[in-house]
């Protein structure tokens, strides 16, 4: 994991991250705590197309289990709620 403080790309431009970002993230850390990380545009669209389908997956998953019968009546912030706590 690459890091850097903000201070030291305010002093030196963001060109400094560019050499790092090509192969990994770069962790900015602005007053002595992690704050930022800068991907390259490939790499934030390869996560977003990641967790795009991790979503499709999910739902065709509970429309199965709705067409299966095993899905329980309740309201929408029920729903809701189950779905998050399973991470």
């Known amino acids: 994991m690459q890091t850097i403080?903000?201070?030291?790309?305010?002093?030196?431009?963001?060109s400094v991250?560019?050499?790092w970002i090509s192969s990994e993230p770069v962790h900015v850390i602005k007053n002595n705590r992690p704050q930022?990380?800068?991907?390259?545009?490939?790499?934030?669209?390869?996560?977003?197309?990641?967790?795009?389908?991790a979503w499709e997956l999910r739902i065709k998953a509970s429309l199965e289990e709705a067409k299966s019968g095993?899905?329980?009546?309740?309201?929408?912030?029920q729903l809701m709620r189950?779905?998050?706590s399973e991470d």
């Open 5 to 14: 403080s903000a201070l030291e790309i305010k002093k030196r431009g963001i």
């Open 17 to 19: 991250v560019d050499e």
């Open 36 to 53: 930022y990380v800068v991907l390259s545009e490939d790499r934030y669209r390869e996560m977003m197309m990641e967790m795009n389908e």
């Open 70 to 77: 095993q899905i329980k009546r309740g309201d929408a912030d």
């Open 82 to 84: 189950e779905i998050f």
